[in-house]
């Protein structure tokens, strides 16, 4: 059964298997690419570019919001043998505009509003109309300061970076 | 167009709903041949109401489900989406099994009877009937019935309830069967004794 709030929930998001077209709405890499940003932006940048509700086609939640979890997996000194982590909460849903796309999302934490944000949003960039413009407004400036933030945070710890050194000794 | 753009909501209320309809299979199989409500059709599912709500809340990504081979491929692409069910090859594999082609029904003995170690390992056979009345007469006895059910499904090939009398025979090996039939459910564990009236 599927039981949202227990247990370690499967992550499977599927990429729709082929583009139909050369636009850039149905590359998978570029959906991926999106998606990452979505699933990393907080509620409050989704919540400024959010649509008026009356100019959107009806939104059917295929996958209401659901809260699950995650077994979050790490490698030992980041690329030795894997080992479980632990597990963090994660929030997805599915919803479609009226016969258009499914648009998906998975979000860490618990805000099911964040990812039905990230849905909808998803659900629009495959639509060729809204692409190239919510490309432009939302996407593109979330990656840049995503990566900003994470080269300043990089930058920030690169300094109590350690270097383990082993002498031989003499004698061997 | 892909296949997600058909996409079919699940539950409308995944918690509560499919805890209705696990205890309305619950009752079904421990009371044989009553009639049980497990609740209307979902909107954009090509299943009837019981027989669609059962898979949503039953199923999970270690329950293999068989589908009949004309299947569209909707159907498993949203139970899979739904409950990440994966689709069984042979119809030994599957923990659930969905038959709505009565013409077409397999044997039985196809489905897997489990181990006499861990006979629970077996199927579930979901079978959607016209109708869960009005068939060929049929007395039912055993385990959940005070003395005897009338039954009488209607549409099942010839023969199935010889193959039925293998499958009671084989205790605690078997299957058991869920029949389904629009809003409603009745099970036929195996072990029912069935006994027909007419038309040997």
């Avoid at chain 1, 809204?130 to 432009?136: A, I, K, N, P, S």
């Avoid at chain 2, 309809?21 to 044989?32: G, K, Y």
């Avoid at chain 2, 389904?180 to 072990?191: I, N, S």
Wanted: glycine letters at 8%; a neutral charge; proline letters at 8%.
């Amino acid at each position: 059964m599927n039981r949202p709030g227990t247990s370690a929930a499967y992550l499977d998001i599927r990429m729709t298997n082929k583009p139909s077209s050369e636009h850039a709405s149905s590359d998978p890499a570029a959906r991926q690419a999106w998606l990452a940003v979505l699933a990393r932006a907080s509620l409050a940048q989704l919540q400024a570019q959010a649509p008026a509700a009356d100019t959107l086609p009806p939104v059917q939640q295929v996958r209401p919001p659901e809260i699950g979890m995650v077994m979050l997996r790490g490698r030992v000194g980041g690329a030795g043998n894997p080992f479980n982590l632990g597990e963090a909460s994660v929030v997805r849903c599915a919803v479609r505009l009226g016969q258009g796309p499914l648009g998906v999302a998975y979000a860490l934490g618990r805000d099911k509003r964040r990812a039905e944000l990230a849905a909808l949003f998803d659900a629009l960039l495959q639509d060729p109309q809204h692409h190239d413009t919510l490309q432009r407004e939302l996407i593109a400036p979330l990656a840049q300061s995503q990566a900003q933030a994470r080269a300043q945070t990089q930058h920030a710890v690169a300094s109590s970076k350690v270097e383990f050194f082993t002498f031989v000794r003499g004698e061997a | 167009m892909n296949a997600t753009s058909t996409l079919a909501p699940g539950l409308p209320d995944a918690v509560h709903d499919s805890q209705q309809a696990f205890r309305a299979a619950l009752d079904a199989l421990a009371r044989p041949g009553q009639v049980r409500h497990i609740g209307p059709a979902l909107s954009g599912v090509a299943l009837g109401g019981a027989l669609a709500r059962l898979l949503l809340s039953l199923c999970d990504d270690e329950t293999p489900v068989w589908w009949p081979a004309a299947t569209a491929a909707d159907l498993p692409q949203w139970l899979r989406f739904h409950t990440g069910a994966p689709v069984a090859q042979r119809p030994d594999a599957a923990s659930f099994a969905v038959l709505t082609d009565l013409a077409q029904l397999p044997t039985l003995t196809d489905f897997a009877p489990g181990s006499a170690a861990s006979p629970e390992m077996s199927g579930t056979l979901l079978i959607e009937l016209p109708a869960l009345a009005g068939g060929p007469g049929l007395e039912w006895r055993g385990p959940g019935i005070a003395q005897v059910q009338r039954v009488g499904l209607p549409g099942l090939p010839e023969g199935f309830w010889a193959q039925w009398q293998a499958n009671h025979a084989a205790f605690p090996q078997g299957v058991d069967i869920l029949f389904t039939c629009g809003d409603a459910a009745l099970g036929l564990p195996r072990t029912t004794r069935v006994r027909r009236l007419e038309g040997l």
